[in-house]
């Protein structure tokens, strides 16, 4: 039986890889309603989450990347981190997430999704407790 099982994970084995964040099933939920990614601006104490974009469109695997800033002596607490993709219902992605969270950011080399556009918010926390989010759009074509 052990046998069997490791042979069906060597045959499924080729994406292993690759992270899947958002499953098929997940991209046919329906968008959130009036939901819009929002930039925004001003003097925040909390810490900051940058998208380091791989594009306006890409294809997948892509590699996410997001980088996590701090201020005023205070640290990224990793555990706080969460993603959320915005649906109708929402869909948590943090567990998907959790193995390639660090205090620097997020860096998922082979991220996997369907073609469709994404809109997902991340929120972090630092040691202080202070928050701080990002929302942006992922658009991800079919691979030539």
């Known amino acids: 039986m052990l046998l069997s099982c490791v042979a069906v994970v060597i045959a499924i084995s080729g994406h292993a890889c690759a992270t899947q964040l ?3 099933q997940e991209a046919k939920l329906p968008p959130p309603k009036g939901a819009i990614v929002a930039d925004r601006r001003g003097i925040l104490r909390g810490p900051k ?3 380091l974009s791989p594009g306006d469109t890409t294809h997948s695997p892509l590699h996410l990347q997001l980088k996590f800033e701090a201020f005023g002596g205070a640290k990224i607490d990793p555990e706080s981190v969460k993603m959320t993709f915005l649906r109708t219902p929402n869909v948590d992605l943090t567990p998907r997430i959790k193995p390639f969270v660090q205090p620097s950011g997020l860096d ?37």
């Open 49 to 51: 989450v940058e998208f």
């Open 22 to 24: 958002i499953t098929e």
């Open 108 to 144: 998922i080399p082979d991220t996997e999704m369907p073609p469709g556009e994404y809109m997902v918010r991340v929120d972090v926390k630092d040691s202080d407790g202070r928050p701080g989010s990002i929302s942006f759009n992922l658009k991800v074509v079919s691979s030539p």
